[in-house]
């Protein structure tokens, strides 16, 4: 979805948790727990782990060398002490929220910003 300033995304933030072992996707997750109507279209994606996570959060997507996004297969991992991770959009385009999938082996917390 390209970026257009005369209609630019809303501001998401808040704190969503994650299902123990299902790979879900982040927008889904948003949709659900923060606002029904957000359509995913955002300049820059943050997601914390909860400093009080007891297990790591995954990052990613299913590929179609490596199978559903897991505990083995994933981009990104946000540990347990609270990382982040970053997306952003390029030059006339916005960070792709409705790809982004999170999992967790147990269930945990993590904190969204979508801007």
Do not use: K, W
């Amino acid at each position: 979805m390209a970026y257009d300033p005369l209609n630019s995304p809303a501001y998401v933030a808040g704190t969503l948790t994650v299902p123990a072992g299902v790979p879900t996707n982040l927008l889904a997750l948003i949709q659900a727990s923060l606002e029904p109507n957000y359509n995913g279209a955002a300049l820059g994606v943050t997601i914390q782990a909860d400093a009080a996570n007891s297990d790591n959060v995954y990052v990613g997507a299913a590929s179609h060398s490596g199978g559903a996004l897991s505990a083995t297969n994933y981009g990104y991992v946000l540990s347990a002490s609270g990382s982040a991770y970053r997306s952003s959009a390029g030059a006339g385009f916005s960070a792709p929220v409705g790809q982004i999938q999170v999992f967790a082996v147990a269930q945990q917390t993590i904190h969204v910003e979508c801007y």
